[in-house]
């Protein structure tokens, strides 16, 4: 049972975004948020009920949590097919300042889930007054993220259009200036900002501590995973946990909730003790 109260807000900017805060009932010394950077598309919708698990499942540890909408997404105003990436960085960054702001706190941090980790790594360094990077199963390349898209969409429609299937359409489709990615309408400068995403070559050290989460059936996070980490100077872990983010129904999170909460326990009682966790 989480103990804390959520509201709905208004984080002003360039574009009013609409978000919901949860909010800690038990002030807690220092205060300690999150601000959550959702993933891209369908990805957000098949995730939200764990996104609000999550928010909930941290305040009750005491720290409250901002989960917000990008311009074009959700409640936010604007149209999908006209925001882009750096834009939703614009606005990870306007979310961070009101966070601060409004809950007063002391330390903040960035929870990305996938596309949304890649983002939140750049609205760090734009910010430059983000404490804390939590990264869930991060685009790590931008373009092996569009081409398995493309690949899911040549698979679909193998399978929908039987004798009619033409891979060379398909292919074609994307490559237009507007193209369908999960069912959302995509712009050609949008494709481009994310085929430029390379958290392999593009990564700079992070001065606070990081965790780099692989969510895999594997023991072990993948080496993509472990050379982000690397890169940050930061954590890695591996979670055996469904890949909650491309499929709708009931999924239970703890196992990821449990790693997350135990590394960010372990921050909070670093900067007590006035020393590095990591």
Known sequence: MWHGHESAVTIPGRVPLHGVLHGCCEVTAPAWGLVFCDPFAEEKKCAHRVMVEAARAFCAAGISCLRFDYRGTGDSPGEFLDATPEQWVQDICAALDY?????????????????????????????????????????????????????????KAMLT????????????????DVFDFDGYRVSAETRSQIEALDLEQDVTPFPGPSLVVNITSRDQPNDDCQQLARALGGSVAAVRQEPFWNRIGLVRPQALLETTEIWLAEQQAARIAGRPAD
């Open 161 to 176: 259009r039987g004798q009619e299937f033409d891979a060379r359409q398909v292919r074609q489709a994307h490559a237009e």
């Open 99 to 155: 966070a601060r702001e409004t809950l007063q706190l002391e330390v903040v941090g960035l929870l990305g889930l996938r596309l949304g980790g890649a983002l939140a790594v750049q609205a760090a360094r734009d910010s430059g007054s983000v404490n804390l990077l939590v990264l869930w199963e991060p685009v790590i390349n931008g373009k092996q993220y569009l081409g398995h898209n493309l690949r899911r969409s040549l698979v």
